[in-house]
């Protein structure tokens, strides 16, 4: 059997046997990791914005702790990819700039700061909007991660058209005092502290302060210069919380952290094209490139350099049953990024310069009433506005052809871009009987955005290489956008709902290619029916979904290679259908073994879109089917109807075995592993060049420690199985029908060591 079918006969088998536990489904606290019951595991979430166990939630979501991520070996939050299905995170985009999620195949399609994410990622209530915000990268004192799939407008402050990922860390615990130590050493060098201490400052006033330092030295190594490889990181971060409750029903949360991250990220050289020019310049290399070359070309150098300034503060006031909450926040993220753009050893443009300057303020007031009520509702105001201001420029020797410099664009160019977004939202449900209740929501929108573009020329002769004109320009639009949906529970192990939301996604200015372009919001209309059951006295679960979502005017992402340098830029689609079924097992075999499995099948297609044509694409002779001329022109469009979104696998599933076992004199020996799938996928839409491979990930971990969890010493490992994968995409016209690739850290193995510590 192949994987692929391999990958439908466990989906399958998931669906039949039902007979896993979902560790990544565990929402952890620092004293007890799963608030357990008698009657088995209790996993409690916040995706409706108030308390409530994860069976009784009437959406599509996993919840998988701070501990599962660390179990599996992983390390950062975009890791969750490989414990939640159907989610997936950018291959085309190295993280440095900006790379984002998808929740069912549907995500941003560029990194560029004037386009508002899809998926909406969300920390301890704060919307983060800016494009390569770390967030909680890094970080150890995560409590839990939620994914929520489908629109969510009506219970978050931000447009969140096809998901939420929530990100929930541990908060200060007055009268408490604790603190951890985690370090790791690894493979590549890969070095990691974290820690974090909890202080009690009298009966009311707590304080938690977290920190941490990694890095690891990447797989890809410069051939020129041996002391650079592509991969190379190094991140640092500190957070503290003040924790003030004055009173039963006042609260004050004041939060204040600070970031920086070095990545040296870029694309290698997949093939070699049909320029005799560029190819020369590999003559002297004994290796040259090719597809199972793991070797960076270039001269210059391709890195990205973050700092992180943020603050916020939660206030929560009880007004008899209800409480009022409010959240102000404040990021200001600073980016310089250096690249050489050719990948080779010629100095052909190898100056491609670039920073944003960019700053966030959100303020958000939510009343939430009383739970356990017949009518439970959400009532919320947001205002959201970031700022930025960023220059590119590129340019270099172009091989000395010219005597001088080539610059792109006829100079530097100098852009802003200001979004403001105001939005009303409510969510509620009313009891009919004990069995049924309603669900209804609404969201009000209005968003602007605001752009401009300088071009000035260099302060030094150079030749320009196409002019791009100054421009200024607004674009507008608000929306009322929301939810129906009904909710059956005949017994407190069995639910049922079905719901048909609406969701938005405001006006873009994109400007990554150097050209502004005013991009249409874009809209979707999804159904969804699910089940969540539980068996065996709590030990088992199974959660069921099918979805169905119609996206109007989807900001899609394009490659163009007809510029130099080649560019993906954005525009709208007329329409893309996702549907398909997400299904999550569980069952606790013993006290010391837990299992969990979960699979998705995703169909994300376009359904009405006119691209760029892919590099080498045959040019068809009937209009309006593949590759054609537009009559009376010289101009090809690619017809996109039933192509697959980027970066969309259709079969996806996750499996998960954790197991801990007492071996005497107060010591227990603990194990885990999870093995992460997924079918192919592309790069690029249509290009069969540019396909990714499908491929799975296998990470775990071993260890003995306390019981009582006071230390732990144990190996650690990622990708284990030293799985190679990447995301190729056509190089363009300075490597004419040759192809390039980005290669991200986890396509190689890292195995390490681990020693822990809880006082």
Request: net charge negative.
């Amino acid at each position: 059997m192949d994987r692929f079918g391999a990958g439908r006969t466990i989906l399958l088998g998931t669906v039949a046997a039902t007979a896993l536990w979902t560790a990544p489904a565990m929402a952890q606290s620092e004293q007890d990791d799963a608030a357990a019951s008698g009657s088995g595991d209790e996993i409690i979430v916040t995706a409706t914005r108030r308390e409530a166990r994860l069976q009784d939630v009437p959406i599509s979501v996993t919840a998988v702790s701070g501990d599962a991520l660390s179990e599996s070996g992983l390390k950062e939050v975009s890791d969750i990819q490989y414990l939640a299905p159907n989610i997936t995170f950018s291959a085309t985009n190295p993280v440095s700039n900006g790379g984002g999620y998808q929740i069912r195949g549907v995500g941003t399609q560029t990194y560029d700061s004037g386009v508002e994410q899809t998926v909406g990622l969300v920390i301890d209530g704060v919307v983060i909007g800016l494009a390569r915000d770390p967030g909680s990268t890094g970080f150890a004192d995560i409590q839990r991660i939620e994914v929520l799939r489908g629109p969510q407008g009506t219970l978050f402050g931000k447009n969140s058209s096809a998901g939420v990922i929530q990100v929930i860390t541990k908060k200060p615990e007055i009268g408490v005092s604790s603190m951890s130590l985690d370090l790791k050493y690894g493979e590549r060098n890969e070095r990691v502290v974290q820690t974090s201490a909890n202080v009690p400052l009298g009966d009311t006033v707590a304080l938690r302060v977290s920190g941490y330092a990694n890095g690891q030295d990447g797989a890809i190594p410069y051939v020129l210069n041996d002391s650079r490889a592509v991969g190379d990181r190094k991140n640092n971060g500190i957070r503290a919380r003040l924790l003030w409750e004055p009173a039963d029903n006042l609260s004050f949360l004041l939060t204040g952290e600070y970031q920086t991250a070095f990545a040296r990220d870029g694309a290698i050289i997949q093939s070699l094209g049909s320029s005799a020019l560029y190819n020369s310049q590999f003559a002297a290399f004994p290796v040259k490139p090719g597809p199972d070359v793991y070797l960076s070309y270039m001269d210059g150098d391709w890195t990205a350099d973050t700092s992180l300034y943020a603050g916020s503060l939660e206030v929560n006031l009880g007004l008899g049953d209800h409480t009022l909450t409010s959240i102000t926040a404040y990021r200001h993220l600073e980016t310089l990024q250096l690249s050489d753009i050719d990948a080779s050893p010629a100095d052909v443009f190898n100056n491609s310069d670039g920073g944003v300057d960019s700053n966030q303020f959100t303020q958000e007031l939510r009343l939430t009433s009383p739970g356990g009520e017949r009518l439970e509702y959400v009532l919320g105001l947001y205002y959201y506005r970031t700022e930025n201001a960023g220059y590119t420029v590129q340019y270099g020797n172009y091989y000395g052809l010219f005597g001088m410099p080539v610059v792109v664009g006829g100079g530097r160019r100098d852009a802003t871009n200001r979004v403001r977004s105001l939005a009303a939202f409510g969510n509620a449900t009313f009891a009919l009987t004990d069995e049924i209740k309603l669900i209804g929501g609404m969201r009000y929108t209005n968003d602007r955005n605001h752009g401009t573009l300088v071009v000035t020329p260099l302060p030094f002769p150079a030749v320009p290489l196409g002019t791009l004109p100054d421009y200024d320009g607004t674009v507008k639009a608000d929306n009322l956008s929301g939810k129906i949906g009904v909710q059956i529970e005949p017994t407190r192990d069995l639910m049922f709902y079905a719901t048909y939301s609406t969701g938005f996604k405001g006006p873009a200015i994109d400007g990554t290619s150097g050209v502004i372009r005013e991009v249409k919001p874009e809209t979707v209309k999804s159904w969804e029916i699910g089940t969540k059951a539980n068996f065996l006295d709590g030990r088992g679960t199974f959660n069921l979904a099918l979805y169905w979502s119609n996206f109007r005017d989807f900001q899609a992402q394009t490659f163009d290679t007809t510029v130099t340098p080649p560019a993906f830029y954005l525009s709208n689609a007329g329409m893309l259908r996702a549907r398909g079924v997400e299904v999550e097992s569980s069952f606790r075999i013993t006290p010391t073994l837990r299992l969990s499995a979960s699979g998705a099948y995703n169909d994300a297609t376009f359904r009405d879109y006119d691209g760029v044509c892919y590099p080498g694409q045959p040019i068809s002779p009937v209009v309006g089917e593949g590759c054609y001329v537009v009559p009376g022109t010289t101009t090809t469009v690619a017809n996109y109807r039933g192509y697959r979104l980027p970066n969309a696998p259709k079969w996806s599933y996750v499996l998960r075995a954790n197991y801990e076992q007492p071996v005497g004199d107060d010591l227990q020996i603990d194990a885990s592993a999870n093995w992460a799938w997924r079918s192919k996928t592309q790069a690029v839409i249509g290009d069969p060049n540019a396909e990714i491979a499908a491929y799975g990930l296998l990470n775990g971990t071993i260890g003995i420690g306390a019981e009582d969890r006071s230390w732990r010493i144990g190996i650690y490992a990622r990708n284990l199985l030293d799985k190679r994968f990447y995301a190729p995409y056509a190089a363009g016209v300075i490597n004419p029908d040759g192809y390039a690739k980005i290669v991200m850290p986890e396509a190689f193995r890292t195995i390490g060591g681990t020693l822990a510590f809880r006082f």
